[in-house]
């Protein structure tokens, strides 16, 4: 008992006065001073063996991935973050206080990069893995929130960055979009918006189910990372495939009109790859225009095919 009230005081320590936090860790609950906006809340929940291998990532590494997944989500409905909470379920081994030290110390990064305030959360220990839970509150930009629902016919389809292969490392330092968001809606409306982290093919299929429309991808388009070649080196597939389906890239995906398109020419973090069309999912590539299966992250209880 004596060394989580150890690590609380150690938290306290560390929490900057932020505007907006009234109380912060100490008590039974935070005190925030709302404002006048609408509130976003997202939460996350990594787990050892699913989300990472503790053996193979430092703590430090995955306190950066829990907070940076996060804050995509944030940036995915158009926002800004503002506070954070923090659950953490240690295992019961003689390196815990150590460990929850780093995860934290990633956490912090992340959080202060962007300027959210960590105003409390809880602590345990089980014989099971380790298992990290932040929830991220935020505020809707003038723009207010965007939806998966607000694609439509002829709409342009956009995404911030190039995709694939994440797994060689970006999957544990993901750079949520959240200035980038800030600053392409205060270009264009923006339409729909979701963060890539099941694959862009999938998270594609989630904004036309939701907003009953279709997709055409120009494969020339689309770009990808250089990690999604050197892994397609590894497992034979093509670095497209690996682009279209990898996931936990935490790009952007987004929409907007055949007009407002034209005002996103030159923007590095607006990249058309694709136009909304009455049904279904297609890529066109040199072979003319084929029916695209979306593929990527299965969310289920079973292993993912």
Same mark, same amino acid.
């Given at each position: ?135 991220? /509150? %935020?505020?809707? &930009?003038?723009?207010? *929130?965007? +939806? #998966?629902?607000? $694609?439509? =016919? ?5 995404? @911030? ?6 797994? /060689? %490392?970006?999957? &544990?330092?993901?750079? *949520?979009? +959240? #200035?980038?968001? $800030?600053? =392409? ?5 923006? @339409? ?114």
């Amino acid at each position: 008992m004596s060394a989580e009230f150890d690590f609380i005081r150690w938290l306290r320590a560390r929490t900057p006065i932020s505007t907006g936090v009234l109380v912060g860790p100490g008590d039974d609950c935070a005190v925030l001073q709302p404002t006048s906006r609408q509130l976003l809340v997202t939460t996350d929940l990594l787990t050892e063996g699913t989300d990472f291998i503790l053996e193979q990532a430092s703590a430090r590494a995955i306190g950066r991935k829990a907070m940076g997944v996060n804050l995509s989500d944030i940036a995915a409905m158009g926002g800004r973050a503002t506070t954070a909470l923090v659950g953490l379920v240690l295992t019961q081994s003689g390196t815990t206080e150590q460990i929850a030290q780093e995860l934290y110390l990633g956490l912090e990064e992340v959080a202060n990069e962007f300027g959210v305030a960590i105003v409390g959360g809880d602590t345990n220990s089980w014989a099971g893995g380790l298992v990290v839970s932040v929830t991220v /509150l %935020g505020e809707a &930009l003038r723009s207010g *929130p965007l +939806l #998966r629902s607000g $694609a439509k =016919l002829g709409d342009a389809l956009f995404v @911030t960055g190039p995709c694939g292969g994440s797994i /060689l %490392g970006r999957h &544990l330092n993901p750079r *949520p979009r +959240l #200035r980038e968001i $800030a600053h =392409l809606t205060a270009l264009v409306p923006i @339409t729909s918006c979701i963060d890539i982290s099941d694959g862009l093919s999938a998270d594609l299929q989630h904004i036309l189910d939701a907003s009953g429309c279709g997709a055409i991808l120009d494969a020339d388009a689309i770009p990808i990372h250089a990690d999604a070649y050197e892994l397609a080196k590894q497992t034979g597939k093509t670095a497209l495939h690996h682009a279209l389906t990898d996931g936990e890239d935490f790009e952007l995906l987004f929409t907007t009109s055949s007009e407002s398109a034209l005002k996103l020419a030159g923007e590095p973090c607006a990249i058309r790859i694709g136009t909304c069309v009455e049904s279904g999912l297609w890529l066109r590539d040199s072979t003319g225009v084929n029916p695209l299966h979306p593929k990527g992250w299965v969310h289920a209880f079973t292993e993912p095919e």
